[in-house]
């Protein structure tokens, strides 16, 4: 397993482009081992505490699977049973779980409360999706690409729709791998401004572009990969119906995919809204790789908690 023992995962930017290879190299070999039927113990006796105070399908099963086939057990923790939802402080919970548990994985809207749970927290902290960001998403979407187009440096890739979590972690992983990011919102729903500087940043010592555009055609130009989100995030749904208008014009379907390479690929991180973000035809394709994309978080979380478990 990739080596990153006692270190957090809130973000990708704390990772160089080095240890993003050696943990999708680790889920790749964790990946092909899981089936053949061979689960190594890498785990065993561990145990990985999971707050959630968002829903979750993906992350809360592909977590607490990947333990069980590590050999190690995950608690799910939320927090209408957990004293924190009753005001005890974050400080007291970080290190109360560090007695306990082995790591602890954390989705929350606040990217704040992460980071201060971190700085407490004696034991690895894994952002499982915050307001800002989503880096074993990210992960995954990369082994995904990775598998369907052998390398990633040197791709185009677009993200159209929302400049999110989502959209932020996959900026931060395109420009750490080399692959080049066009980013298509309408204006006012750009990705963070600090997190763009930051993105530029790593871009110009990969040699890869961040390209930000209201023209979604622009995006998706000659594209190797296409990625789209929700337009209303959790913590966002009373702005659904505003959305939906700003939003128009900004639909991932057939159309808007006929500017891509023939042999580009479908990303989204799930779950989906076809008709909004997606058309039903293009998610449902043969050039959507939705599915593997999911399946990956299971691998790669499992390369995370090997890696930096002590
Ligand atoms: N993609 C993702 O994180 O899905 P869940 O919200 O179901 O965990
Ligand atoms: N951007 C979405 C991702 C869900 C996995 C959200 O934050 O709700």
Redesign the pocket.
Known sequence: AASLQGRDVLTLLDFSPEEIYALLQSAEELKAQQKEGKCPQLLAGKSLGMIFENSSTRTRVSFEVGMTQLGGHALFLSPRDLQIGRGEPIKDTAKVLSRYVDAIMVRTNSHEKVAELAEHADVPVINA?TDWY?PC?ALADLLTVKEQKETLKGLKTAFVG?G???AHSWMIACAKMGMDVYVATPSGYEPNEEVVKEVEEIATSTNSKVVLTQDPVEAVKDADVIYT??WA??GYEEEQTRREESFKGFQVNSDLVNNAKDDYIFLH???AHRGEEVSAEVIDGPQSVVYDEAENRLHVQKAILAATIK
Request: proline share 7%; with cysteine; charged share 15%.
């Open positions: 999706l989503h998403q929302d999110n979590n989502v989100d929700v995030s959790m991180c799930l779950p």
